[in-house]
């Protein structure tokens, strides 16, 4: 691996660390499994491009994006308590919903931004080529939003919302209503998930509204690769694994598709399959292996 | 402080499954009261306690809290003024959470919650306080999940938790049930002292009838949802728990329509 194509899955890893966050405050802090991120994503990107694309400032591009990311988990939040929709269903539900609505919004199946204004263009040319300065600007980003993250899941609401997760017969009854809580952490967990597609598409140039197909699993990997790394012993701990666990995600796979066996070479095509491959091992071998080991102990 | 009038829960219903839980249950509890409640299996013991929580709506009748009617109130808004422990001893804390952070989340119980800081440099020395008086050695361990510890110490947590901020209220239900019998007398003397430190309006849920006559100032026995005994003052100082069991084998030989009485007629 080149140091550009480290530099590239590093950058990757910190993009999609925002996402991984947002997955991480819905799979294990909510346990809501919540596949609206695969919308969400490319949601923030059609948002924050189509604003730009139409003469808007980059910035309030990105706050746009987030807000709309964070109405998309709300709706899923309250098909799923509201209307009891089983949450994965019910997130499901909203995934296909937002491809026709990023359609809508983009008017196009993609945008170009390679000639526009992006929040990166006021930081580039200062000394730093681009594959030095953006992985450092998404290392910043993921940087305060991971701190604002741990703040918040220590404040007095944000206990209730760890709690909401943890045991919601309990909180129920220390007079929390868990319609609420659920709201917000899914608005604030695809907030964080589409800051990430918009980011990601001011920096590599376009939105596509097939660009968030395979998000949940790389979130999902990424949350595990970070526990197997880092442990989830504390909420920062939990929350530096996430991190972590993306880099190394994007590193894995940036590995992979320099690897050649023989006739055969990973293509980026391949990345779904990859991906689900390995959490399936993730979330599978603990389950298979105390399996083995019972039956070895009864033989 | 509680009023329950013609209080009534069927589940399933209009199915073939239809369960009469509670039938016409009227119950008047004084402030300061300690009810136990005793009845066998399926009497609608544990539906009423969830009933005056709060946990499912009911079919008919009212409950009024501290004069005020809670009868459409959910379940997190009666909270405000209802402290409650569980059977299971792993449903009244958060297991991944730490001792502070749950005795935290407690005492904001009916307060609202913001972004102020979930645990207080001020909090941890009442915790502690309070830990220290349960003599469980907890005081020294704030920052460790509550899942580490034993199902009597999570359950003398939740007790904490339930009285941290005085509730109007204190719903118990069969909360010793599940915990070995040392830990059950342990939780139970906890209870006692809890309650008579905060002169806290009690219902209690129990399988155990020297339990529920040795504990609190009245008792009450329901069957087929509803109450058939209701016993305080003198007239309960005299019971023994064989007078309750007689009471058990009465009503039900009633239900086979085989009573004593109908046998010597």
Not at chain 2, 164 to 187: F, G, N, Q, S, W
């Amino acid at each position: 691996m080149s140091f550009y194509t480290f530099m590239g899955a590093l950058e990757q890893g910190f993009a999609y660390a925002l996402m991984a966050l947002g997955v991480y405050l819905t799979f294990r802090v909510l346990d809501f499994p919540d596949l609206t991120v695969d919308g969400s994503l490319p949601l923030g990107a059609a948002v924050s491009a189509t604003w730009i694309t139409t003469g808007g400032d980059p910035y309030v591009s990105i706050a746009l994006g987030v807000v709309a990311g964070m109405v998309a988990g709300w709706v899923t939040a309250f098909l799923a308590t509201k209307l009891r929709i089983l949450h994965l269903l019910a997130s499901i539900l909203t995934m296909i919903a937002l491809y026709s609505v990023n359609l809508r919004v983009m008017g196009r199946p993609n945008i170009t931004l390679l000639t526009e204004p992006t929040v990166f263009a006021p930081l580039e040319g200062r000394g730093l080529p681009n594959h030095i300065l953006y992985p450092l600007v998404f290392a910043a980003v993921v940087l305060v939003c991971g701190v604002l993250l741990w703040w918040f899941l220590h404040t007095e609401l944000g206990l209730a919302l760890r709690a909401t997760g943890d045991n919601p017969a309990m909180i129920t009854a220390q007079g929390v209503n868990t319609t609420f809580t659920v709201m917000l952490g899914l608005a604030l967990s695809n907030g964080l998930v589409a800051l990430s597609g918009a980011l990601v598409a001011q920096s590599q140039g376009s939105a596509d509204v097939g660009m968030g197909v395979g998000t949940i699993v790389a979130g999902l990997a990424s949350v595990i690769l970070g526990e197997a790394l880092v442990g989830d012993g504390s909420v920062g701990r939990a929350l530096i694994g996430v991190v972590l666990g993306s880099v190394v995600y994007r590193l894995a796979i940036a590995t992979a598709l320099s690897v050649r066996f023989g006739d055969l070479a990973l293509t980026p095509s391949d990345l779904n399959l990859i991906t689900a491959v390995l959490v399936v091992v993730a979330l599978g071998v603990p389950g298979l292996r105390s399996k083995l080991l019972r039956r070895r102990a009864v033989a | 402080m509680i009023q329950i009038e013609g209080l009534v829960k069927i589940f399933h219903r209009g199915s073939v499954n239809e369960n009469v839980a509670l039938s016409g249950v009227d119950l008047h509890v004084a402030d300061g009261d300690f009810v136990t409640v005793i009845g066998s299996n399926g009497a609608g013991k544990s539906t009423l306690l969830n009933a005056v929580a709060g946990a499912f709506p009911v079919d008919a009748g009212s409950i009024r809290i501290d004069g005020r009617d809670v009868t459409r109130l959910p379940e997190h808004v009666r909270a405000r003024h209802i402290g409650r422990v569980f059977q299971d001893p792993l449903k009244g804390t958060a297991a991944s959470m730490t001792i502070e952070e749950n005795l935290a989340i407690a005492a904001r119980r009916g307060l609202r919650r913001g972004l102020a800081p979930g645990v207080r440099g001020g909090d941890r020395e009442e915790f502690r306080a309070l830990l220290a008086s349960l003599g469980l050695g907890l005081e020294n361990r704030l920052k460790d999940p509550v899942g580490l510890l034993s199902g009597g110490q999570r359950q003398s947590i939740t007790l904490l938790m339930a009285t941290i901020r005085r509730p109007k209220i204190l719903l118990l239900d069969e909360h010793t049930a599940a915990l070995d019998p040392k830990t059950a007398h342990l939780v139970m003397d906890l209870t006692d002292r809890l309650v008579e430190r905060d002169r806290l309006t009690t219902l209690m849920v129990t399988h155990n009838m020297e339990q529920a006559l040795r504990h609190g100032n009245r008792t009450i026995m329901m069957h087929r949802g509803r109450i058939i005994l209701d016993v305080s003052g003198e007239e309960r100082r005299g019971l023994t728990v064989k007078d309750l069991l007689d009471k058990f084998h009465e009503v039900r030989t009633d239900d086979e329509g085989l009573s004593d009485r109908m046998l010597l007629a």
